[in-house]
């Protein structure tokens, strides 16, 4: 069965360091979404990729976060610098685009960042 | 805009309890609706969903009915299992601007 593919799982480190995640959706999803989820809270959308073009960034923090996904396929979400209150668990997600349709959201595993 | 309030937990319960989540929302247009379960350590999963008004959604026993005239989507299940104990979020789907909006997750514990 296709899933979304992330890593690192778990990554630990030191505030002022430079962290980044990676993210291979289901093959053929046009849609990847990037979400921070805060322990204790429901998953917040950071960016929104439509192919290789960003279709909403609205809540990244631009002044330490960047994301990208050149090829259109797979993602980089980078943190520099990483603060205390980055700690989180970093969600990646995809769906198949159907214009005017339900698109069902798969989401990966996750990638749970503490910052010492 | 779109939102979703979902009861406040954690919802402790023994086994073979009868489980009610309250789930309600506000959206423009016409969203489609998603329960998702969150296993420890883990991602969301897909628990049931329903894309249009009166529809029921339901999977391993879980239902919830997607109520137009009152914004709801309520989880249900009539014996949960210690197996169930997890976190779950109610979601919507909005196709304007093909967006999910998450609540903040019910934590359900179910005791032997």
């Known amino acids: 069965e296709a899933e979304v593919a992330q890593s690192p799982r778990y990554k630990i480190t030191e505030k002022s360091q430079a962290v980044a995640f990676w993210c291979d959706p289901i093959?053929?999803?046009?849609?990847l979404y990037w979400y921070r989820q805060i322990l204790g809270q429901g998953p917040e959308l950071l960016v929104q990729?439509?192919?290789?073009?960003?279709?909403?960034d609205s809540q990244l923090p631009k002044d330490r976060f960047s994301a990208e996904r050149l090829k259109g396929v797979d993602s980089t979400l980078k943190i520099q610098p990483a603060e205390l209150g980055d700690s989180a668990m970093y969600l990646c997600?995809?769906?198949?685009?159907?214009?005017?349709?339900?698109?069902?959201?798969?989401f990966g595993p996750g990638t749970r960042l503490t910052v010492l | 805009g779109n939102s979703v309030t979902q009861m406040e937990g954690p919802v402790t319960l023994s086994e073979e309890a009868f489980l009610t989540i309250n789930c309600t929302y506000t959206?423009?247009?016409?969203?489609?609706l998603f329960w998702y379960v969150q296993y420890p350590g883990e991602g969301l999963q897909l628990l049931l969903k329903?894309?249009?008004?009166?529809d029921k959604g339901s999977n391993k026993g879980f239902e919830a009915t997607y109520r137009k005239e009152t914004t709801s989507f309520h989880l249900e299940k009539g014996s949960v299992q210690v197996s169930d104990s997890a976190v779950y979020f109610c979601?919507?789907?909005?196709?304007?601007?093909?967006?999910?909006?998450f609540g903040t997750g019910t934590s359900l514990t179910v005791i032997p």
């Open positions: 997600a995809s769906t198949l685009l159907v214009t005017g349709s339900y698109n069902e959201q798969f």
């Open positions: 093959s053929g999803h046009a849609t």
């Open positions: 990729f439509q192919d290789e073009s960003v279709v909403d």
């Open positions: 959206a423009t247009g016409y969203p489609s």
């Open positions: 329903a894309t249009k008004a009166d």
């Open positions: 979601a919507l789907y909005s196709n304007t601007g093909n967006q999910f909006y």
